[in-house]
């Protein structure tokens, strides 16, 4: 690197070694989270500042500490429409500071949820965008172009990007559904778009594969992959993504330690079993099978009745720490995607508040109940 073209990229925030470049080998297989570390949001650290406040208000001292290493976990930063693409911008410029602090890499976790017709299903998050009013073109417009401009531009940093939450299981399992039939195509060639224009070797994208309970069951198996790969297809010659992300938003355990009754029948009883059993359908399919998988928050055994139980479960705790470490070869890192204390609507746990808002009471619990590696770190 010349001088000039290296004070230059000094002044962009970028970290700067003399260690050869660990760029992949064409074609090759490398597992973007290993040795970086996934960025921790500070505006979501914030918000637990008052979930501190709480526990020091009722003399709790050793809670309120273990917050503060909460608040230094990683989280993935949710941009859910068009006035949230300013959050990719700050995230952009907090992780770059804390790179240049910290002189490790980091990686920036990025979900983008936003298409046209959004949760056809359920109507529970439904979107800004609309189909009938040119939801597609605005969303290639307005939405995917400046997203993909923003992190294309960040080449001194990772990214980890999960693709629309929620939206191609409803179409492996809910076309019985008017919304749902009238999305599919909509939502096919939105994420098609989304994976062909965020095409950088900085920047790795999971599709959203749903959860054990959903698309685990062995007859779901094959159609979800079929489905999948039609859409990468659809996305162009040679355009890639990473892998598959699952339990978006989910309570799920990674590793249960106890195999619930309601998942009697399924070899996808808890998410590693999951990724597990879609594995060689996505193979056949000839997609890439690797697998991130959300654990913001786990329900402890015996939470839940139903496996459908989806709304602010309690009791629940935070889940455990991102790591890569995973004992399972298909699933690169366990991550946290849901920032946990932000209400799944007013359903669940009594007092919840609508959905997005902080739910203190339930952030506290979540605190008491996380899992040990959230301590164990320094
Ligand atoms: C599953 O059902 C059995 C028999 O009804 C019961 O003894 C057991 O506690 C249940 N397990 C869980 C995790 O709820
Ligand atoms: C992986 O296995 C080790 C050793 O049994 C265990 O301590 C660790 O918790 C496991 N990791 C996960 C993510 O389950
Ligand atoms: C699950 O956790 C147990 C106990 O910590 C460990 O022995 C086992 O290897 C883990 N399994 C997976 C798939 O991580
Ligand atoms: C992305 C995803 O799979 N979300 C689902 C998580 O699990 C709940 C409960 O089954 C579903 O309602 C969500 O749609």
Redesign the pocket.
Known sequence: MRLSVLLAALSAGEIVSAAPSSKPLPGGDVNPFVGKTPFANPKWAAKLDQTKRAFLAKGDVANAKKVSKVQQVGTFVWVSRRADLVNIDDAIASARAEQRRTRKKQIVGLVLYNLPDRDCSAGESAGELHSDQDGLGIYKREFIKPYAEKVAAAKDLTFAIVLEPDSLANLVTNMGIELCAKAAPVYREGIAHAIASLQYDHVHLYMDAAHGGWLGWDQNLPLAAKEFAEVVKLAGEGKKIRGFVTNVSNYNP??ATVRENYTEWSNSWDESHYATSLAPFLETEGLPAHFIVDQGRVHLPGARKEWGEWCNVAPSGFG?AP?T???NTVVDA?VWVKPGGESDGQCGMEGAPRAGEWFDEYAQMLVKNAHPSVFDRH
Do not use: S, V
């Open positions: 990674f590793n455990p790591t470490k995973t004992n366990l």
